[in-house]
């Protein structure tokens, strides 16, 4: 038996234990997350802890975030719009098609990694200034973001294509992706930042070279021996009718992204009014602790995705049913625990990134208000995920704008005027959203989960 096949095997997305199976794909996705995360977590601890400067230092990465989170939005376009692609494809025996999809969106994810390199360096200043700059904080906001502007390639290669690599049921090496790339970080972020001196500018280039490594793996990968799909040149040139269907079911998780840039902007600028500083960098704490919360789950839903989105192309409704039902206990199990944690240890969280006596005491108190509804926060991720996975482009894309453009961000700016504590007033925004955003949510799954399955079937 060769190795492709025995890949194929132990994965077998249609057939056996369901349970089982998400656990098999999800455990590794999971890994990869939260890896991942202390990838992008791992340059605000070094940086927060730099002496005398870094709280000031870790303001001004903060302000980099929605930029960073730009270039992650349209990762996320190609690689969590083709990859359910894919998926489906292969599901109903379409292995050239499958193919196909895959050569569009690395096309596509060059093309836009190269348009965004050049605005990005050409407007970096006048960005960061909207988002809050100070004269403090720009400084180092400035050194961070042009260095890591230049590795938008190696970034959107390999958050964009490692999606193509779960899809074919090879979790593990998706997994290892993510690990070469942070173990690179760990390594050379106080290589650079502490033993050569280079401060901010050390972190962004750390950054950037381990996501490069990170693309080389991927692109290897996915020209070896072991993957099902292959990168083929004659599948480069983009076709309109092949990459529309990815783009329309990858508007979802880029607005997501998207918004969450729009949304730190609004954060960041009402509380640089409002508190100046010191809030502003409670909030790069705050939206580093909420991944946290959010980047196992999102490695969870990962894992589901790729069973849904088989078994919804092979008819098999009832496996559907049994995934997105798991998922969801799993998801709402995990965030109602980390809220818990959260609420009862505030200060243990903080510490991780700076314990500076002032903003340590505004972000104590700021992070309880600020994660005040997230433990239900589970089940819209969940519901969203499969909405997503299902092809179900339109209503994913109206749950992720109703939380952020349409309740969270006009919040932000409407609530100060009804509460004498202004910056009180713009982190109490994030709770209100998420309470209304996951019962909107909730009842659209209800109503509408059935009719879509049904669908399927026809």
């Not at 730009?70 to 719009?81: D, H």
């Not at 902007?265 to 409670?282: T, W």
């Not at 496996?319 to 809220?339: D, E, H, P």
């Amino acid at each position: 038996m060769t190795a492709e096949k025995k890949s194929v095997k132990e994965v077998n997305l249609g057939e056996g234990s369901v349970g089982r199976l998400l656990v098999k794909l999800a455990v590794p996705s999971i890994v990869a997350q939260m890896v991942n995360l202390l990838y992008n977590m791992v340059d605000r601890i070094y940086i927060g802890h730099i002496p005398g400067s870094g709280d000031i230092a870790l303001t001004g990465l903060g302000l980099c975030f929605p930029i960073i989170m730009i270039i992650t939005a349209f990762s996320n376009l190609i690689g969590a719009g083709g990859a359910p692609r894919v998926a489906i494809h292969m599901g109903k025996g379409e292995q050239e098609q499958a193919e196909k999809t895959m050569g569009n969106c690395v096309a596509i994810l060059v093309l836009l990694a190269v348009i965004l390199t050049v605005l990005l360096e050409l407007f970096a200043v006048p960005l960061l200034n909207i988002f809050g700059a100070s004269d403090n904080t720009l400084p180092y906001a400035l050194s961070y973001l042009r260095i890591y502007v230049v590795g938008t390639l190696c970034v959107m290669i390999s958050l964009g294509l490692n999606p193509f690599i779960t899809t074919q049921g090879f979790s593990d090496v998706a997994m290892k992706t993510v690990i070469i790339g942070a173990v690179c970080n760990i390594i050379l972020d106080p290589v650079f930042i502490f033993l050569l001196g280079m401060g901010v500018q050390g972190a962004a280039l750390a950054t950037i070279l381990s996501q490069g490594v990170s693309a080389v793996w991927v692109l290897f990968f996915l020209n070896g021996k072991r993957t099902k799909l292959r990168l083929k040149k004659q599948h480069l040139k983009i076709e309109w009718k092949v990459i529309a269907p990815v783009l329309a079911l990858g508007v979802s998780p880029f607005v997501m992204g998207a918004t969450e840039s729009a949304l730190n902007i609004a954060f960041n600028s009402s509380l640089a009014k409002y508190g100046g500083d010191v809030a502003v960098g409670a909030m790069t704490i705050l939206s580093s602790i909420m991944q946290l919360q959010f980047m196992p789950t999102q490695g969870l839903t990962q894992g589901a995705q790729p069973i849904m989105s088989f078994n919804y192309g092979a008819a098999k409704i009832d496996r559907v049913k049994k995934t997105y039902r798991l998922l969801i206990g799993c998801c709402l199990a995990y965030t109602m625990a980390f809220w818990l944690a959260v609420q009862c240890f505030p200060q243990m969280f903080v510490k991780i990134f700076n314990d500076t006596p002032e903003l340590l005491d505004t972000t104590t108190w700021a992070l309880r208000i600020y994660f005040a509804t997230s433990g239900i926060f589970g089940i819209q991720m969940a519901v969203q995920q499969t909405f997503l996975s299902l092809g179900q482009a339109k209503v994913s894309l109206f749950i992720a704008c109703l939380r952020k453009i349409i309740l969270l961000i006009p919040l932000i700016y409407l609530l100060p005027y009804f509460f004498e504590d202004k910056v009180f007033a713009v982190f109490l925004a994030e709770p209100v959203s998420d309470f209304i955003s996951v019962t909107v949510a909730a009842v659209l799954f209800l109503f509408h989960i059935n009719k879509i399955l049904r669908k399927g079937v026809q």
